[in-house]
């Protein structure tokens, strides 16, 4: 049985790269959607305290539900870096169940 | 005797490679993103709704039952979540959302009617809660088994 370690381990480590590689992007946009639209919702609710649409109260208690929203878009950031690293973990086990599967037919 | 480690090591490496699987987040659920979408359009229609209304007329009581209908699928999704495993971040991202919702809705009960401004913001900051929620469940498409 020919099983070296050092390859495999440099494979498994290549396999994560690729994984992580593909699902990057996801994570990028995501971020990115999230900047945008904050950037939107802060635009018009300056807008609206400055033409008198909504008075201070109103403005001070949006102002402190983005902090919460702030928030929930993290926790979405989290899930999206959770399937990133779920992904990458296992393209890592299967490479060294594929090594292992084929050191023993040989 | 060599030989006999060298299988069991082997068998042994074999039997927990192909049982390890990292999990980390839920499987994607088809239903839970359709009833996402659909309950944050059900959400934004009270809002448009009242905008077709002359300010008078944008009261509480005239869409108290599209709130409740509201209310009620939000605490669906959230009832879904928590009997699903690895489910932490959905459930803390739902329970902002039903809060912040809950808020606006005695918001505009306190206020008796809302002006087109107020309408705008709350569709804004309302739909800043949905996002995350609908962008989470959809990135569950992306594993890979």
Same mark, same amino acid.
């Given at each position: ?9 440099a494979?498994?480590?290549n396999?994560?790269?690729?994984s ?42 949006r ?6 929203i ?28 594929n ?8 | ?15 927990l ?10 499987? !994607? ?17 009270? !809002? ?18 599209? !709130?409740l ?23 803390k ?41 609908l ?11």
């Open positions: 049985m020919n099983f070296d370690i050092n390859e495999v381990l494979d498994m480590l396999a994560m790269k690729g992580i590689k593909d699902d990057w992007n996801v994570v990028k946009k995501s971020a990115n959607n999230f900047i945008q639209t904050k950037k939107e919702r802060l635009e018009l609710l300056a807008q609206m305290r400055l033409i008198g649409a909504i008075d201070n109260d109103f403005f001070e208690k102002l402190a539900d983005e902090k919460e702030l928030t929930a878009e993290l926790h979405s950031i989290a899930i999206v870096n959770k399937v990133l690293a779920q992904n990458a973990a296992n393209a890592a086990f299967k490479v060294l169940e090594v292992i599967a084929t050191a023993l037919i040989i | 005797m060599k030989t006999k480690i060298l299988v069991f090591t082997s068998c042994f490496l074999i039997s490679s192909s049982c390890i699987s990292v999990r980390l987040v839920p499987d !994607y659920s088809e239903a839970i993103e359709t009833q996402i979408i659909e309950t944050q359009k059900q959400n934004e229609k009270l !809002y448009i709704e009242l905008l077709e209304q002359p300010q008078e007329k944008r009261t509480y009581n005239s869409v108290s039952d599209k !709130y209908e509201v209310e009620s699928n939000i605490n669906s999704i959230l009832f879904q979540y928590q009997t699903r495993e690895k489910n932490e971040d959905f459930v991202m739902a329970k902002l959302l039903k809060d912040n919702f809950l808020q606006y809705k005695k918001e505009h009960k306190d206020k008796k009617t809302l002006n087109d401004g107020e309408i705008a913001v709350y569709i804004a900051f309302i739909n800043g809660f949905w996002q995350p929620l962008t989470a469940e959809k990135a569950l498409k992306n594993i890979k088994n």
